[in-house]
């Protein structure tokens, strides 16, 4: 499995933004997928993570209320939709998927990664 994010850019404070997290690779649709972010000089952290059917779905409190992840599997994709976006939300972002079966926040089980899309919340 190959992930490639896209989407990130500069926005200003309240607005939003869509990354998306294109696979390749048929098993994709059996994962659970995740976001992660890394900002400046902090180690990585959990975002959100979602099973393969969407039935169960996990958010970071940070990203609770204003981020939603959701995937379509025909497409082999993930999203990441960004609402009333903060400064403090100004990191790196990768997607991630795990053969694992399981959903987990933690980084080590997730063995697939994309490359980070920046995003820059400022005015």
């Known amino acids: 499995v190959q992930l490639q994010a896209s989407g990130g850019g500069l926005v200003q404070p309240g607005g939003s933004l869509r990354l998306s997290c294109a696979a390749s690779?048929?098993?994709?649709?059996?994962?659970?997928v995740a976001w992660f972010r890394q900002a400046p000089g902090k180690e990585r952290e959990f975002v959100a993570t979602?099973?393969?059917?969407?039935?169960?779905?996990y958010y970071a409190n940070s990203a609770k209320g204003r981020f939603t992840i959701s995937r379509d599997n025909a497409k082999n994709t993930v999203y990441l939709q960004m609402n009333s976006l903060k400064p403090e939300d100004t990191a790196v972002y990768y997607c991630?998927?795990?053969?694992?079966?399981?959903?987990?926040?933690?980084?080590?089980?997730?063995?697939?990664w994309g490359q980070g899309t920046l995003v820059t919340v400022s005015s």
């Open positions: 979602m099973t393969r059917s969407g039935t169960n779905i």
């Open positions: 991630a998927a795990t053969s694992k079966m399981l959903l987990t926040t933690r980084a080590d089980d997730y063995g697939y």
């Open positions: 690779g048929r098993t994709f649709i059996n994962y659970p």
